[in-house]
């Protein structure tokens, strides 16, 4: 099946179907703004205590138990390669689902709910074709936001190790 932005090459900025809106959750990490369709968003929580899983791809920070299913917490600094520090008490993680199921992103704060339709997305593959992670880019007055693909986020070797590390973890705590 082919993904929106490949089966729209020659558009340059992307936008809901006609007579709909999207809308897109914004958080933030150090000084770079992010979102994900709300959607696509489950919650925001505060950040806690986070399992390691020793097999997983090294973007995965490790686990935590959400109402009773073990959910793999994505280190998204390291992604995008920005510096890396401790988990804080005041980071929150953003839970969110994928067709793969629900994962947690850490993120340093929501900054709040966007629509598009006045302002519409630009297709990715104009701006860094190369981000299969990142599946378009919003303008606002103060600055870019770089919309998340979860569905894109992991390469097919990082989620075939994150599964194992999964099972390893469900295996060891049953």
């Given amino acids: 099946m082919k993904s929106a932005r490949n089966s729209r090459p020659d558009s340059t900025v992307l936008g809901p179907p006609v007579g709909q809106s999207a809308q897109w959750v914004v958080f933030c990490l150090d000084t770079g703004r992010y979102a994900l369709p709300l959607s696509a968003v489950d919650r925001i929580v505060r950040a806690a205590y986070v399992t390691p899983l020793p097999l997983a791809p090294d973007l995965v920070l490790g686990a935590i138990d959400v109402e009773g299913q073990v959910l793999p917490v994505f280190n998204l600094r390291r992604r995008f390669q920005l510096p890396e520090r401790a988990l804080d008490p005041a980071d929150h993680f953003l839970i969110a689902r994928t067709t793969r199921g629900a994962v947690v992103l850490v993120?340093?704060?929501?900054?709040?709910?966007?629509?598009?339709?006045?302002?519409?997305?630009?297709?990715?593959?104009?701006?860094?074709?190369?981000?299969?992670?990142?599946s378009g880019v919003i303008q606002l007055e103060d600055g870019l936001v770089l919309i998340q693909d979860l569905e894109h986020f992991l390469s097919p070797d990082e989620a075939r190790s994150l599964d194992e590390a999964m099972n390893a973890q469900v295996s060891n705590a049953g």
């Fill in 107 to 134: 993120i340093d704060s929501a900054q709040g709910l966007i629509d598009s339709p006045a302002t519409p997305m630009i297709d990715a593959q104009n701006v860094a074709p190369n981000l299969g992670h990142i």
